[in-house]
């Protein structure tokens, strides 16, 4: 049973092409906390499921997809806005507070980014996404040495030829 919930979830959760705002990797959903107690179904009632790992996860990617769609539009305004909802109904997930180092940052909000990424970092330490996007963030402060060590573990995770690392050295390049 455990192997099968395992396998759907893999399915629910990949993606072919993985976007630099992921870890590279799924990461397992956080289930939201219940609102109220449910009540105990009497013998008549046929019992129904609550909020299953499945359908979190769908519910995340579902609302991640959206946001997406937000970011690719530059509405970066509203994208934040769905992305702070998105973290109070699935805290700590690195590939939100990853986003919302993102759209800081195109907000140019760089403080409030830097932290988003630090908690994405804390999450995942090996976040392709989130160590590309703090690498270009410190390219923006002036911190040459740092996104290099950005670059440097990102190479030692995905290659010289992944997307994360090809773009994070891009931008050193230009600077």
């Not at 499921?49 to 970011?71: C, D, F, M, N, Y």
């Not at 909000?109 to 410190?138: V, W």
């Amino acid at each position: 049973m455990r192997l099968l919930l395992a396998a759907l979830l893999s399915i629910v959760l990949f993606t072919p092409a993985q976007a630099a705002d992921t870890g590279g990797a799924p990461q397992p959903a956080t289930t939201p906390k219940p609102a109220a107690t449910t009540p105990t179904p009497t013998p008549s009632q046929t019992p129904t499921a609550s909020s299953t790992p499945i359908t979190t996860a769908k519910s995340l990617a579902t609302q991640l997809g959206a946001i997406r769609e937000l970011v690719a539009a530059q509405n970066f305004a509203s994208a934040k806005t769905a992305l702070e909802q998105a973290d109070q109904q699935f805290p700590n997930n690195a590939d939100v507070n990853n986003l919302l180092g993102f759209v800081n940052r195109k907000l140019k909000m760089y403080s409030q980014s830097a932290t988003y990424y630090t908690k994405a970092l804390k999450i995942d330490p090996n976040h392709l996404g989130a160590l590309e996007y703090q690498g270009e963030l410190f390219i923006i402060q002036k911190k040459t040495a740092l996104a290099k060590k950005n670059l440097d573990k990102l190479k030692k995770l995905c290659g010289s030829s992944c997307e994360q690392y090809l773009d994070l050295k891009k931008v050193i390049d230009k600077k």
